[in-house]
């Protein structure tokens, strides 16, 4: 039985700035993942703001939205069996230095804050960051 799914991916302003891009991408597509739609954007720090709501109440919620809006991001939606699963896997722990090899943010992220990738963290919040970015 068929399982497939949409999540979120947010190649941060860190891994853009280094032009990592393309093979961040071809990580997605060497796992079997389908690029269904990308965009290279930059974001007002409102929009942020308001995509890491959840995050309000953390005492790095302000850098994180100053972060995620400083420069261009490629935002995409992926899709697989289970992605939103094969997702979190593939990038690997929040904190680079506890991520494990074959991670996104083992082989790219700088530090906790500057960790190259975004993903959604459940089917639900998927399909919300999914209409945050892509619907019209
Ligand atoms: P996730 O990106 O692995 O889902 P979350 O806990 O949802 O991690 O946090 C969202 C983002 O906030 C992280 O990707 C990271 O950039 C930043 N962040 C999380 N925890 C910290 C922290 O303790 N200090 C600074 N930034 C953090
Ligand atoms: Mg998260």
Same mark, same amino acid.
């Given at each position: 039985m068929s399982n497939s799914e949409q999540t979120l991916s947010i190649i941060k302003p860190d891994?853009?700035?280094? *032009?990592?891009d393309s093979e961040i991408k071809l990580m997605f597509k060497n796992k079997g993942f389908k690029i269904v739609q990308e965009k290279k954007i930059q974001i007002e720090k409102s929009e942020a703001e308001r995509f890491y709501k959840v995050h309000e109440t953390k005492p790095f919620y #302000? +850098?994180?939205c100053e972060y995620l809006s400083s420069?261009? !991001?490629?935002v995409m939606i992926l899709e697989k069996e289970n992605a939103v699963l094969a *997702?979190?896997?593939?990038?690997g722990?929040? *904190?680079p230095k506890d991520a !494990? +090899? $074959?991670? !996104?943010? #083992?082989?790219?992220?700088?530090s906790i804050d500057k960790n190259s990738?975004? $993903?959604s963290d459940s089917l639900e *919040?998927? #399909?919300?960051?999914? +209409?945050?970015?892509? #619907? +019209?």
């Amino acid at each position: 039985m068929s399982n497939s799914e949409q999540t979120l991916s947010i190649i941060k302003p860190d891994a853009v700035e280094r *032009n990592l891009d393309s093979e961040i991408k071809l990580m997605f597509k060497n796992k079997g993942f389908k690029i269904v739609q990308e965009k290279k954007i930059q974001i007002e720090k409102s929009e942020a703001e308001r995509f890491y709501k959840v995050h309000e109440t953390k005492p790095f919620y #302000k +850098d994180l939205c100053e972060y995620l809006s400083s420069g261009p !991001i490629v935002v995409m939606i992926l899709e697989k069996e289970n992605a939103v699963l094969a *997702n979190r896997e593939l990038m690997g722990a929040t *904190n680079p230095k506890d991520a !494990i +090899d $074959g991670t !996104i943010r #083992k082989k790219y992220g700088l530090s906790i804050d500057k960790n190259s990738v975004h $993903g959604s963290d459940s089917l639900e *919040n998927a #399909k919300l960051e999914i +209409d945050f970015f892509f #619907k +019209d």
